[in-house]
Each structure stands twice: as C-alpha cells, then as structure tokens.
C-alpha cells in the first residue's frame, strides 16, 4: 500500500503563475482533505470532501485558490493566480469515512515557492 | 473557537530522560485530543488518541478538563523518539470533524 500519493514534490513558480496539485488518497477512503502547512505551524484545514462533494470549504480562499474531486477518488488543489505568500507545503490526507477514531492518512506533502 | 497551543517550540533532552511535551486547547465543548508525529523525512502520521488510553512507543498523554491540558509523557526518552510532535484537537460526536493543530514541538534526544 503506497498510501496517499501526491505530486508533485516541490513546486518552484514565480509569482502570478498557476501551479495545481494533485492527490490520491487510500483505496477505500472516501474523506479526503487539503491542509496547507506554513513555516513553523501546524496545517490548517483548507477544504474537505465526502466522496465528490466539498462539505468544509470555508477556509478556502476561493478568490484564488480552486479545489475539484470529480469522481469522488482523486483530487487536485489549484491556486491562480499565486501569489508570494502562497509559500508552503500542501498537504492531502484521507480517511476512511468521517474519520471516527481521528486517524487520518497524510500525503508527504506539496511544497510550493513562490518567487 | 477551538485553540491549541504548545508553548515550546523547541525541546532538548538527553537519551534516558523523561520527557513531557505540552499541550493545552482551548474549546467550550467536549473535545476530543490526539498526538500526531512526522519523524525526519516520513510524513505525518498518528500517534495516540486520549479516548484510547494507550500508550505508543513508550508515550502516555492524559486528558486534563480542569487544567485543559493533554501533555504528552515518556518516563525514558530514546534517540528514535526525535521527530516533530502535533498536538490536535476536535468536536467529540456531532458532525464537525474537523482537527485543528497546534504549531509542533521539535523534540531533540540527543545521545
């Protein structure tokens, strides 16, 4: 079992630039999430979905940031344009339902500089 | 609103000794408390959960309501122990599942 597979690794991009992202999370779990991690924090919820539909999305900044899971398996996380305070890393994870037992499976993570 | 927070950012301790990482939340409601670990180059993953009452790789946490404490406790501290430590907090039941995480502590066993 891989795991939750993302990709790419590391981003590079100069501002105003578009970058995406892409996640596959555990066969079998239907929750999937995307934390953004900056330096020195711990993540932070960006949105969450149940199968295809995003149920937590409210600290998603949506004027820039678009996230889509159309067939309720992969999902990929977009920022257009970004911006230089965009630095971090991304992070998906998933989970097997609602996560009753609060474990949830994380990605090795997404990190994007934006120069 | 839900808070955590772990005053140190940073611990050091030698091989042997016994180790607490602090955490305290803040949460009007029932919460519910885990520890998360990413040791050096491997992602971020669950170590205990305090509905669990189990200890993992050595490691205890206790739920204090009165104190709002869920400090995370090693009587011998070991080099492998060095990793990044979360402490996260959510709703207990209900159907916000979201986990709010404090900003880590960087535990160091040194030798």
């Known amino acids: 079992e891989a795991g939750v597979v993302q990709s790419p690794r590391y981003k590079i991009i100069e501002k105003k630039q578009p970058v995406a992202f892409w996640c596959n999370p555990i066969?079998?779990?239907?929750?999937l999430y995307w934390y953004l991690q900056n330096l020195g924090q711990g993540p932070e919820l960006l949105i969450r979905y149940e199968n295809e539909e995003a149920v937590d999305d409210s600290q998603l900044p949506k004027d820039r940031f678009s996230a889509e899971r159309l067939k309720g398996v992969d999902s990929t996380l977009k920022i257009q344009p970004a911006e230089l305070g965009d630095s971090a890393v991304y992070l998906c994870?998933?989970?097997?339902?609602?996560?009753?037992?609060?474990?949830?499976?994380f990605g090795e993570g997404s990190r994007l500089t934006v120069l | 609103a839900q808070r955590v927070t772990q005053p140190e950012k940073l611990l050091s301790v030698f091989k042997g000794a016994p180790v607490e990482l602090k955490c305290n939340y803040s949460?009007?409601?029932?919460?519910?408390l885990f520890w998360y670990v990413q040791y050096s180059r491997q992602r971020l993953q669950l170590l205990l959960r305090?509905?669990s009452r189990e200890s993992i790789k050595g490691f205890t946490a206790d739920l204090n309501k009165g104190e709002t404490s869920f400090h995370l406790k090693k009587p011998f501290a070991q080099e492998e122990d060095s990793a990044m430590y979360y402490c996260?907090?959510?709703?207990?039941?209900?159907?916000?599942?979201?986990?709010?995480f404090g900003k880590g502590t960087l535990l160091t066993v040194n030798p």
């Open positions: 066969s079998g779990h239907n929750t």
């Open positions: 305090h509905i």
């Open positions: 994870a998933s989970s097997q339902g609602q996560a009753s037992d609060g474990e949830l499976f």
């Open positions: 996260a907090l959510r709703k207990s039941g209900g159907s916000n599942y979201k986990l709010t």
């Open positions: 949460y009007s409601g029932s919460p519910e």
